[in-house]
């Protein structure tokens, strides 16, 4: 059973507010991911972290910024937030294992809606 | 650059009838793939992965997949579906540093 929380699980807010998605994972793992997945559409890594201090951009572009100040924190943060931004946001962690195959672990994910 | 597509964006199907989704992928190095499954509201779980060995690969809730080099493919099967199998069906390869591209993704739909 995996242990990754996201909250929250859904969030309404109007445009050009400030907002932090939560998700923390109690596995220890040193990566963790954030996914942004549309209705009906595959997932796009937007950011990912192989550990404490280290962020990196994913295969999508986003105007979001992530930070990792602890192993088990990985707050996803919108400064303005625009109705573009409205879609679901999934976080993930897996272990560092030798080689590349590790699997990741999902959380629940948010659904954003952006007013 | 790796790339994952699946073949069928819905696929419904009666209870107890026999299920196929597929998957195909493209990479220019070895491969580690996944099959993860998302129920409504829910976040992805893992279903199975292939990383080496044995290329009919088994996995939870009676699904299991083929990994066949020559065709790029990685296609999911269950023998019998029940009505709560109904979800979106993700097909993924391991890219370099662990991240995982996905395909378009498969509804299956069950119906009784």
């Known amino acids: ?115 | 650059a790796q790339s994952v597509t699946q073949l069928d964006s819905q696929v419904p199907v009666f209870e107890e009838a026999p299920v196929e989704l597929r998957c195909n992928y493209s990479s220019s190095v070895s491969v580690y793939l996944f099959w993860y499954v998302q129920y409504p509201n829910q976040g992805l779980q893992l279903l199975l992965k292939y990383l080496s060995g044995s290329t009919l690969v088994k996995g939870i809730n009676g699904f299991e997949a083929e990994f066949n080099k020559s065709q790029t493919s990685f296609h999911l099967r269950k023998p019998s579906v029940h009505i709560s199998d109904t979800a979106e069906y993700f097909c993924a390869v391991c890219t370099s540093y662990g991240k995982l591209t996905f395909g378009q993704g498969t509804i299956l739909t069950v119906h009784p």
């Not at chain 1, 995996?2 to 040193?30: F, N, W």
């Not at chain 1, 672990?105 to 952006?114: A, D, E």
């Open chain 1, 1 to 115: 059973e995996a242990d990754i929380y996201q909250t929250p699980r859904y969030l309404v807010i109007g445009t050009g507010k400030k907002i932090t998605l939560e998700c923390s994972q109690t596995m220890g793992h040193d990566k963790m991911y954030w996914y942004q997945q549309d209705p009906g559409m595959e997932l796009h890594l937007i950011h990912y972290s192989y550990g404490v201090n280290s962020t990196e951009k994913g295969d999508l572009s986003s105007e979001s910024t992530v930070s990792r100040i602890r192993t088990e924190h990985f707050p996803l943060t919108l400064e303005s937030a625009r109705p573009s931004h409205t879609s679901q946001y999934l976080c993930a962690s897996s272990p560092r294992l030798a080689g590349e195959s590790s699997e990741q672990y999902f959380g629940p994910g948010t659904r954003l809606t952006v007013t």
